[in-house]
Structure formats: C-alpha cells, structure tokens
C-alpha cells in the first residue's frame, strides 16, 4: 500500500513564525502536491514537484515556499505564518504522468495560526 | 479553466437506500477523473479513478461512470450503510498532473 505521512497532525503556530510542514511518501512516486483545504473553497493547489529541486506553482502560491531535496520527502514552507494561513495542509503524490494513475493523499496537517 | 461542481452539497438518507452523487465539469478535455471519500479532520481515501477513455469503474458497492462529452460524472453507491457517512469529492486531471476538485458532497447515513 502507498503511505503518504505529514509530520503532523496538529500544529498551532503564532502570527509571523516560520513553519515547515513535512510530507513524506514511501513509494517513489515521482510528482507531490501541497494543497490546502478551507470550508466553502474546497481543495486548492499550492505547489507541486515533478522531481527532486523541482517545482511549480499552484494556484495559491503567495506566502509559501517548497522544498524537494530528496524524492520521497517535500516540504512546504510558510516563511511568515499569519492568521489567514489557518487551514488544513494536504500532501498527496502520484507514480507519474500516465492516465492511470491516482492521486494518493497523507492524513493532512491542521494548521492554526494565533 | 476547468470547474468542477457537486450537487447535491448536503445529503441525508436511511440505511439500506441506494443514492447517485453528482459531479459536473466545464472543460471535457480531461485526463481522467477519481472519486474521493474524506472522512471528518482526515485525509482523502481513494475511491475509483476512471481515465477519460473509459466510460465507468467498479469497486464492491461503488459505481463510478464518466460521460465525458456531457462533462458528467456520477457515484452510485448501493445499499448505503452508516459507515458511508463522509464527504465525497470528485477530481478532474487536465493534461497537467493539476486535479480540479469540487466542493464535495456531504453524505449521512441513518440507522
């Protein structure tokens, strides 16, 4: 089976702190995604990696960073945490490009920023 | 750009009843499609996928069919139990690895 893990769970953070969110996947799967999930707004792209040092822009980019250094983990980056970053972190990584392929999702990290 | 809708948002029904989701999308050029379960504060479990080329996909009591043309996509879960109850979210993937997602629907089975 495929596990995708976050670091962690839960996470309180207060306003202007820098945070790092871990994602790591187990089966060398070569594309991660960070998402983030609001009630009303649904799931919404951060950033995503094709491949270690790699990466691109979702639709939400502003305030995050990424960090691909080695294929299994990916990082994602708040370099100045504030309030309007509350919400639910999503990972998820997939084998590849072909039409066959799942999406594969970690247990998400609740994010509150005070 | 690509947008996927969900009707309906909200669904109640007893145990025992065999009910359909809904998910519609804007654009029919898509790569394929995958169903997601997400149950209350956790992550997304998935479902089914159907590539564009196919037309549905089975899993136990889950039917997922795909008309791409339409842009419709439907979840048929039979003989619903109590542990169905979650989200369920649908997921488009474009010619980029990006899925499009809908807003879910919110799913409750009553004893």
């Known amino acids: 089976d495929v596990k995708v893990t976050q670091s962690s769970r839960y996470l309180v953070k207060r306003t202007g702190e820098k945070v790092f969110l871990e994602c790591v996947q187990d089966?060398?799967?070569?594309?991660m995604f960070w998402y983030r999930q609001d009630p009303g707004l649904g799931l919404r792209l951060i950033y995503f990696?094709?491949?270690?040092?790699?990466?691109e822009k979702g639709d939400i980019p502003e305030g995050y960073s990424v960090s691909r250094e080695k294929k299994e983990r990916f990082s994602l980056i708040l370099e100045s945490a504030s309030t309007n970053q509350t919400s639910m972190y999503l990972c998820?990584?997939?084998?590849?490009?072909?039409?066959?392929?799942?999406?594969?999702f970690g247990p998400g990290t609740r994010l509150t920023v005070t | 750009k690509q947008e996927v809708t969900q009707i309906p948002a909200a669904l109640s029904v007893p145990e025992g009843e065999n009910l359909v989701l809904n998910c519609s999308f804007t654009?029919?050029?898509?790569?394929?499609l995958q169903w997601f379960r997400q149950d209350p504060g956790k992550g997304l479990t998935s479902l089914l996928l159907?590539?564009?080329?196919?037309r549905e996909q089975t899993s136990g009591r889950l039917n997922a069919s795909l008309d791409k043309s339409s842009g419709r996509s439907t979840l048929y879960i039979a003989a619903s139990q109590p542990g169905d109850s979650a989200t369920y979210l649908c997921?488009?993937?474009?010619?980029?690895?990006?899925?499009?997602f809908g807003t879910g629907t919110r799913l409750q089975v009553f004893p």
């Open positions: 998820a990584s997939i084998p590849g490009q072909g039409p066959s392929y799942e999406q594969y």
């Open positions: 654009d029919s050029a898509i790569y394929n």
């Open positions: 990696s094709y491949d270690v040092k790699m990466k």
């Open positions: 997921a488009v993937r474009g010619n980029t690895d990006k899925l499009i």
């Open positions: 089966m060398d799967h070569e594309n």
């Open positions: 159907i590539q564009s080329s196919q």
